[in-house]
């Protein structure tokens, strides 16, 4: 028997509507199943790709932000999301994609589109959407590899979910089991990166469990799933300063919402845990705030958040101490404890209108270097978490700080007088300080400045030594000398010299090593330029072609860090084109520092003159020293080749500084006559190459 049911002019069967609705569930449970399995029989993401978007249409759409990217700028950040994750072992908050910052959930969305485009030969540029972040990501992985086929089918589940819900998923279930959203951005930025190198998708990707800071494995049941501790009625169990009676908190005006400062915490964190000294300042919302201006800013912080009070903060000008004692048994500082600190801490600014140097703890006395890393990791934890951690680990601090104790030159340390200012270099003019430091002091910095490049990939402003700043120009002077001290076994002190930095740099540099013979003998030249024209060199001519002020800072810091941990120099340095932000380019037709002086007629009596160096070919107009002819001028051309290590492009003039000159090999160290090119070393029959 038919049933029938009227509405308005129309009749329809009970039939049809059964139908409807079973096919609606098939929809629905096609959705989940897409989810939640894995066919790894099938690579039919156009199907599936249509069932989900006809799913999706009924759900919330994304808001585009009119925002677009070419491949090679999302392959250039995947590839700098990936740098970031393994140096930090933390997602970043956003990637910056042509002057635009991409949150991460945002980023996965590029990313999973990405991959299904390029592995279907598609290089259109993508949209950016606004995409909501999880608030959880469980895991629980079997580490091995996902096969290209996979990852292009969670790539679609990953798309066609933040496309029906406009939230990034907590995680994807594979066949390695469970993936958090954090290793899923990892391990989707890792793809793109090798695209980026390869022009080809992976036929794979490594997937290990998470091993960095990252969301809660479960869905948060409340704000705060812990316990809360009221606030003690007496905060500091030690006596605390009295109200202010003389000087006052100067506001500079500025204030910053707690977002603001959670984000700025977590930068924090992230540099000292990287440099292991503490940063001049973190910017918030455009403005420079000194580390004692954001110490009261975040013991402030903790204490407001742990009443949940959200309101911004003002900043205050706060003066830095001046030393920082530090004497800490290892452990951990639990919350009622670092809730009172953090409470001593503000009362003692807001007493002196001064950090203190040190405060006192169950753990042991904690350096101001300490407390503004522990504070910044308390503030950084409720950024992701959204609470107060139930406790935070401390340790001695062992990067650089502050000294121990007050100056010695001071007779009140609680008003210290200002260290003298630095000696400041006259416009154009290289002078000399009367700072020195020590070899040890030297290496420390050169392993920091290397770090600091490797990580950053761009130069530091200064760098701290025995509590000065010394600026690039000035270390560059320190190293170039300290390299040519220690190839003569010398390890006396180092001074100082203010040298002018320069404007702008080029490079060209063809990837290769520069041995120790090269490298000693471009220290002396860039030592003479120095002094010759006042200011450092913007590059550099060697046999690897013309390194950058900023490559050359990094050789010799590598350079010095190698001494300092191996007690030798090595036997050649790796060059490669600098790849992070520098000096504008150099003007057209500026020229690089030369490999070697250049003289038109002899500097002084028996010198050579006329040397030209290029990769194929070296001249020069030199004295016979070897015997075979007479002791006359004559103008000689040879292959840059060294016959004796059979190397091309080695040869260098003089470096060594014997009298008449002679040609030697920057690599092997062989000597060849200028004139005759034969090879000096006794009974040898080897002679360069006649161009």
Known sequence: MSIFYRTGGGIIRRKLILTILLFS??????????????????????????????????????????????????????????????????????????????????????????????????????????????????????????????????????????????????????????????????????IIAFHGTQKTLPNFAAINNWNGQKLPQNPPTQPNPTPEPQPPAQPNPTPEPQPPVQGQLTSTGNSYTVAQIEDAALRVRNFIQNNRVLPNFVTINRKQVSMPDFLHILTTATLNLNQRINSPLTQYTVTAPTYSPEQINSGNILRAEYLQLAQTIKNHIETTTKAPPSITSSRGTISYESAIFMFSRIIAFHGTQKTLPNFAAINNWNGQKLPNNPPVTQPEPEVPTPDPEPEQPTPDKIIKTSYSYSVTQIENAAIWVRNFIQNNNKLPEFVTINNRQVKMSDFLHILLQSTINLNQKITTAVTQYHVPEPTHSTQQVNAGNIYSLEYIFLAKNMLKYMETNNQAPFAIQSTRGTLSYESIIYMYSRIIAFHGTQKTLPNFAAINNWNGQKLPNSPVGAAPMSLFESHTSPPHLNGAYNVEITPEVVKVTAKCTCGISGYTYSTSSFVNYCVRCKNHGTLLWNPKGVVDGEWSCGRCGADYCGASGKEKMPNSNYYLISA
């Open 25 to 190: 569930l098939i929809a629905i449970v096609s959705l989940n199943g897409i989810y939640a399995v894995v066919d790894n029989g099938s690579e039919n993401i156009t199907d599936t790709t249509n069932v989900e978007m006809q799913t999706a249409s009924n759900n919330n759409e994304l808001t585009s932000t009119g925002n677009s990217y070419s491949v090679a700028q999302i392959e250039d950040a995947a590839t700098r999301v990936r740098n970031f994750i393994q140096v930090n072992r933390v997602l970043p908050n956003f990637v910056t994609i042509n002057k635009n910052q991409v949150s991460m959930p945002d980023f996965l969305h590029i990313l999973s589109t990405t991959t299904i485009n390029l592995g279907q030969s598609k290089n259109t540029p993508l949209t950016q959407y606004t995409v909501t972040p999880p608030t959880h990501s469980p895991e629980q992985i079997n580490s091995g590899n996902i096969q290209k086929a996979e990852y292009l089918q969670l790539a679609q589940t990953i798309k066609n979910h933040i496309e029906t819900t406009t939230k990034a998923p907590p995680s994807i279930t594979s066949s390695r089991g469970t993936i958090s959203y954090e290793s899923t951005i990892y391990m989707y930025s890792r």
